[in-house]
């Protein structure tokens, strides 16, 4: 494909994990990149944040085991220091007094099997309830016919619903299970619980999320000649047969082909102009958002938790994380609320009624509670995700919210990163 630029020259527009991955990618292959974030921070909605003096996260976040493509580009930007930057943990999810189930590592899904079996705080009818229903999710390809999960959930006892599959289907999901997904639910349990054991393992990060993909992707691509315009908000697009024109505030950019990798909710102000993106446009503005919280509570730097994370019940948050011994940030933990479309202001307080059935940490330092309303799209069924591949040639797109088997995760924001740009590739 020729062009009027002698040389392909390519823009990556927003510099989360999808557009540092892909931004990556195509200076790898030694094209020329330009990386536009508008914020002074990479990593999108999974970046590094200072509060109190500490570099914290704006989102707490956990990695499965199957989340292969980003591990893999952790391992290879972090050479040699994997474990410094994720700690690896088989799956273990403690909600005392009432919950604990543990798989030990046995072939899948057989290990799964077995945690169930030994689970505690459920009874011999609801264990082999749970190994009945997860049998037929994993090896029926009709289990996920209906359409929500609370649907997909229903034969199953309260109790199980209440302490393992519908906390399951928020944490993944993001999404209440009354309008969840239900076949976006079973590809998550397939990925975890079908495949190889070390897929259902937890992998908490050890570093701020910025550190552990975003900055050393961008500083590899500076390293290969790429450029990184940090606080560089790009408000629209044009496009040509030949070209595609970048306007920012004070200057426009003229590139080759470019990859539009901001999240859903801002793909419709950029492409307004862009006739062969109407599709794009339309499909992401039915999209409904839910929020995450996530609460910072610094205690005596004494205190510890027993367990690095542990599941809450009967509150506004789903975990907690004691990130001494993840960050090494001494008496700091980390409360997570997911699918927080009705927080309550106080909801620190309610989290913390929640940590005193599993410890007593003393009176906090300080507390900060940061939400993101727009975290991840609410993913329900028969959503419509777009292919990293437009109607226009030179247009490409990158985020959690493309076409994949997953929903919102760092997994599916790296894959489509490496996805966008390997159809880039083809059509050069």
């Known amino acids: 494909m020729t062009t009027g630029l002698k040389q392909p ?84 999810l403690k909600q005392p007094p009432d919950f604990s189930l543990a798989c030990p590592r046995l072939p899948a899904p057989l290990h799964l099997l077995v945690g169930l079996l030994s689970a505690q705080g459920l009874s011999g009818r609801e264990k082999w309830a749970a190994i009945r229903w997860a049998h037929a999710l994993l090896h029926n390809p009709r289990a ?24 399951l289907c928020v944490s993944a999901l993001n999404t209440p299970p009354e309008i969840a997904s239900a076949a976006v639910f079973r590809d998550v349990i397939r990925a975890a619980f079908g495949g190889r054991t070390h897929h259902s393992d937890l992998l908490l990060p050890r570093r701020d999320l910025t550190a552990l993909l975003p900055a050393p992707a961008a500083a590899r691509l500076i390293e290969l000649g790429g450029s990184v315009r940090l606080s560089s908000r790009v408000s629209s697009l044009e496009a040509t047969p030949d070209a595609i024109t970048l306007h920012a505030r004070d200057e426009s950019a003229i590139f080759s082909h470019a990859i539009v990798a901001t999240a859903p909710q801002h793909v419709s102000g950029l492409a307004a102009s862009i006739p062969a993106l109407e599709s794009v446009v339309r499909d992401v503005s039915t999209y409904h958002y839910q929020p995450i919280a ?53 909801w620190l307080d309610q989290a913390e009624a929640q940590l005193q059935r599993i410890a007593q940490p003393g009176s906090p330092r300080w507390r900060k509670s940061i939400v993101e309303k727009q975290a991840t799209y609410s993913c329900v069924p028969n959503m419509a995700r777009p292919d990293v591949c437009t109607a226009h ?20 924001a790296t894959l489509s990163g490496v996805q966008s740009a390997g159809a880039l590739l083809r059509q050069l």
């Open 294 to 346: 996530t609460g910072y509570i610094q205690y005596d730097p004494a205190f510890q938790l027993t367990h690095p994370l542990f599941a809450l019940a009967n509150g506004p948050a789903q975990f907690v994380f004691d990130r001494g011994q993840s960050h090494g940030q001494a008496g700091l933990l980390a409360f997570v609320a997911s699918a927080a479309a009705n927080l309550s202001p106080d």
């Open 9 to 92: 020259s390519v823009a990556v527009i927003g510099g989360g994990w999808a557009g540092c991955t892909a931004a990556l990618r195509l200076a790898e292959a030694g094209i020329s990149v330009t990386l536009f974030e508008a914020s002074r921070t990479l990593g999108g909605r999974a970046r590094a944040v200072e509060i109190e003096g500490q570099i914290l996260d704006n989102g707490q976040h956990i990695l499965l085991g199957a989340y292969e493509q980003t591990l893999q580009l952790i391992a290879r930007l972090n050479p040699g220091k994997t474990p410094e930057s994720l700690w690896r943990h088989p799956l273990n």
């Open 144 to 167: 996920s016919e209906l359409r929500t999960v609370s649907q997909l959930t229903r034969s199953q006892p309260e109790t199980l619903n209440r302490l393992l599959w519908h906390p």
């Open 393 to 412: 040639p030179r247009l490409f797109l990158a985020g959690d919210y493309t076409a994949g088997p997953y929903p919102a995760t760092l997994e599916t």
